[in-house]
């Protein structure tokens, strides 16, 4: 029995939405127009893309180049990790930080931060276990959040979606923040992806004292 | 350095024939194409929705174009060219895809060169084609595509079927193909 047409163009819909390859099958392309438009809607959803760390390596070594490694950590510090506004915040002591900017897409805006009752710093591990553009998942007592290193300081995200009550997860290929309830995502920097813009993650206070990473929990 | 060296037309066709093209005499090709290579990323994913076959596609538009870069023309052409190579990989990927001839498939929304790169344009474009829809073909699109919903979930929404509404979204993904817009 052949497949109904809206069932074969939901099959592509539906692999799409996962992040999965387009496989498609004989017959498929009576829907061609539908499906060469669901793909456009699939990678809108997700917003502009960059290519992963890995995948840039990949090319670079096939490509026969050597990684021009300091403007390539410019380019990651600039786009995904942001580096740059470490640099000029380094001090070494509190890092306290309010995150505005440093994503992807720093002009989205910083989501609130988040004053926990009765706070207290709580050690999450030593700055060099967190690898520079890497959002890393810590728990400080109740307070879930995605910590990434920016040169000498750190800064984090509350590790909840802002949209839906989901525990989001760090791609770091993609270099985003994913919200497995609904496929949305945000930058390490808790700005939301693609263009319907969700509020912006909650701003997890950090800082960094004699090499040690604290959070603020509660 | 004169224009010569700029593809004429940046067709697949020329693409896939092996035009040379020169690159800034001090730069070093890869790392100038790296960068660019970037843009080329950002369009194919942009037309074909997914990491795995973007990833596949822009290492296919590398290595074809690059070995036939060399040093010596502006940037602007190394640009044009890399697109005209990722137009011909993308026509031959929904060719091979969709069992089709690529004369088939001169279509837009396909293959069509963004004006200035990726940046925002592509998002900008679907919003677009969404708003030309009538009211329930947006909302389906939308909350399946945008906001990840499942079938089910937008049944509940729409106070609809799982059945119905998959109808809906493949009706309304037939319309926004339809959709032309004015440049």
């Keep these: 029995m052949s497949e109904r047409p809206e069932d074969r163009v939901d099959r592509i819909v539906s692999a799409l939405l996962r992040g999965r390859r387009l496989k498609l099958r004989g017959g498929d392309a009576e829907e061609k127009e539908a499906i060469v438009l669901a793909a456009r809607l699939a990678a809108a959803s997700r917003g502009p893309q960059r290519m992963s760390p890995a995948f840039r390596q990949q090319l670079v070594k096939q490509l026969g180049a050597a990684t021009p490694q300091e403007s390539w950590m410019t380019r990651r510090a600039a786009l995904v990790a942001g580096l740059g506004i470490a640099a000029g915040a380094v001090g070494g002591g509190l890092l306290g930080r309010s995150l505005d900017g440093g994503g992807s897409q720093p002009s989205a805006g910083a989501g609130k931060v988040l004053e926990p009752t009765n706070g207290r710093w709580i050690d999450v591990g030593a700055l060099a276990d967190f690898a520079p553009g890497q959002a890393r998942m810590v728990k400080a007592g109740a307070v879930g959040a995605f910590v990434t290193r920016t040169g000498d300081g750190v800064s984090a995200v509350s590790s909840i979606c802002s949209d839906l009550p989901c525990e989001l997860w760090w791609d770091g290929s993609q270099h985003a923040l994913v919200c497995p309830c609904h496929n949305r995502t945000f930058t390490a920097d808790g700005s939301s992806n693609g263009t319907y813009k969700l509020p912006s993650l909650g701003v997890v206070q950090t800082r960094v004292r004699d090499g040690r990473v604290e959070v603020l929990g509660a | ?183």
């Design chain 2, 1 to 183: 350095m004169t224009s010569e060296a700029r593809p004429p037309d940046p067709a697949p066709e020329d693409a896939e024939q092996g035009q040379v093209v020169e690159m800034p005499a001090a730069s070093r090709v890869a790392d100038v194409a790296i960068d660019e290579l970037e843009m080329i990323y950002a369009f194919i994913y942009s037309r074909v929705g997914n990491r795995a076959d973007a990833e596949d596609l822009t290492q296919q538009v590398a290595m074809k174009a690059i070995p036939r870069l060399r040093q010596g023309a502006p940037a602007s052409a190394v640009r044009g060219y890399l697109f005209a190579t990722a137009r011909s990989v993308l026509g031959g990927f929904w060719s091979t895809r969709l069992g089709l001839s690529e004369s088939e498939l001169h279509d837009d929304l396909a293959m069509a060169m963004p004006q200035g790169g990726y940046s925002e344009e592509s998002d900008e474009r679907v919003r677009r084609i969404l708003e030309q829809l009538s009211d329930n073909y947006r909302r389906v699109l939308e909350l399946r595509f945008l906001h990840g919903y499942s079938l089910k979930e937008v049944a509940a929404e729409m106070r609809s079927t799982v059945g119905a509404v998959k109808v809906m979204q493949l009706r309304a993904l037939r319309a926004a193909a339809k959709v032309r817009l004015d440049e």
